[in-house]
């Protein structure tokens, strides 16, 4: 039995997901020589569908954990209860503006992480684009692209699905919950996550991997170095440290590597060399009236002529610096005509003029008047206090046009991919003061990440 036991752990270390090896029988007698050899086994091909049944169940661990995981550690998400009733319809409907009430790390960090972790998952039963690693190939840009497009399903799946926040717990029902930030960065960030990870395996982690034969040295640094990636894994039944492009940690040698797929050529006549569309995330900065505004963005140009892009853009931030019990966000949402004059250029400079409107949120919060309504009502079950969360706090939201001028500089590093270096805008608005702050207009400087898409 002990021999046995370690046979199963090297296996799972060195070929994780395969099973123990099967036990030659003691006695091999050879046939008799009238019996005619058995035949060729006949090679079948390799299957490239996507695997869905493997795909739902991972996602449905993913999912179950998550929502375990608020059941346990939430009040608030057990005392609401759950269905898709009247507290779920109220949820969905209820959904507007930038901010949802969770701190920084939450939104900016935990989010992405679970649209890194998603996109991972399918990835794993996308036999086709498994082993693309990062690279300036067609093949892995694609990966990408199909990866993010199941992180944002399964994000909005999380958030306002049948099984989601919205039906357990209702969470969007109340104030200050409604926000569309986790619509937005859960699969836009998650996928930068996911670039930012496969570009660590291959620059980081397997020259590590080459220079040392330790498996605990390799183990940790797959596992460590690429958290989504790991958790992915594990939602899969597989070891952290599975890679579809490799073997395990200690069958791995240098030579046995499947090494990236060289860029594929493509003459112009089959690509152009300028996209018809892009799809740009970046990180923002904004300020009002002297006080940051810290969020993000996202875009959608398409390209209408040689040097003319209609562009749709959405961002959003949260306001720092208010005064105490006090927090504000703000909204945009504008559409309008983007001018490329070097569109096929390394550098390619661009400026643009974006109409719509905005949107700002501000709740102002009173501990005298909460200790007041909590006295009370004495009898009521903590876990229910965010059921009075409206008798002391005071909430002013607007809307307003909004118009946007600016100007910015995008660096090329492959027909697919493109470093947005700066963006720099200025806002106008017709909205008024709220809480002493001047919003009526504000810089903004972001800075991301621009996949172009028909040029590979």
Not at 129 to 151: H, M, V
Not at 249 to 264: C, N
Not at 296 to 319: E, F, H, P, T
Not at 394 to 400: N, W
Request: with cysteine.
């Amino acid at each position: 039995m002990l021999s046995e036991f370690i046979i199963s752990c090297f296996t799972v270390l060195s070929h994780p997901g395969d099973g123990p090896p099967q036990k030659p029988p003691l006695f091999s007698p050879l046939p008799p020589p009238f019996v005619k050899p058995a035949p060729a086994a006949i090679t079948t091909p390799q299957i490239e569908s996507v695997d869905w049944s493997g795909l739902g169940r991972s996602s449905s661990r993913l999912l179950g954990v998550m929502h375990g995981f608020r059941w346990l550690t939430e009040p608030g998400t057990r005392a609401a209860g759950f269905g898709i009733g009247s507290g779920y319809t109220r949820s969905v409907t209820n959904l507007h503006g930038w901010a949802d009430g969770d701190p920084f790390y939450v939104n900016y960090v935990g989010h992405p992480m679970q649209g890194a972790v998603a996109g991972r998952i399918f990835s794993l039963h996308d036999p086709k684009y498994a082993k693309a690693e990062f690279g300036r190939g067609r093949t892995y840009w694609k990966a990408k692209l199909r990866s993010a497009a199941f992180a944002w399903a399964f994000s909005e799946q999380f958030e306002i699905g049948l099984v989601s926040e919205a039906s357990i717990g209702h969470i969007q029902r109340d104030f200050p919950q409604q926000g569309f930030v986790d619509h937005v960065v859960t699969p836009t960030i998650g996928l930068s996550w996911t670039i930012a990870e496969d570009a660590v395996d291959r620059f980081i982690i397997r020259p590590i991997e080459d220079r040392t034969t330790n498996p605990w040295v390799r183990m940790l640094v797959r596992s460590f170095l690429s958290p989504a990636r790991s958790f992915a894994n594990m939602m899969d039944m597989r070891v952290p440290w599975y890679r579809d492009s490799r073997t395990g940690v200690l069958a791995y040698t240098p030579s046995s590597v499947s090494r990236p797929a060289a860029a594929e050529t493509a003459t112009r006549e089959q690509y152009p060399a300028i996209a018809p569309f892009e799809f740009a995330v970046a990180s923002a900065w904004r300020q009002f009236d002297g006080k940051p505004c810290i969020g993000g963005s996202a875009d959608a140009a398409y390209r209408v002529a040689s040097d003319w892009q209609i562009a749709l853009a959405v961002n959003g931030c949260k306001m720092l610096g208010l005064p105490a019990n006090t927090s504000a966000d703000s909204l945009a949402f504008q559409l309008g005509p983007r001018w490329t004059p070097m569109p096929a250029g390394k550098w390619s400079p661009y400026a643009h003029l974006l109409v719509g409107g905005m949107k700002l949120t501000q709740e102002v919060f009173d501990p005298a008047k909460k200790r007041a309504v909590l006295e009370a009502n004495k009898d009521l079950d903590p876990a229910l206090d965010y059921t009075l969360h409206g008798q002391y706090t005071t909430l002013d939201e607007s809307s307003f046009f909004a118009v946007t001028a600016g100007m910015g500089l995008d660096y090329k590093l492959n027909s697919a991919l493109a470093i947005r270096v700066a963006n720099f805008e200025y806002l106008r608005s017709g909205a008024r003061n709220l809480g002493g702050v001047v919003y009526n207009n504000g810089f903004q400087m972001t800075t991301g990440m621009v996949v172009r898409l028909g040029t590979w």
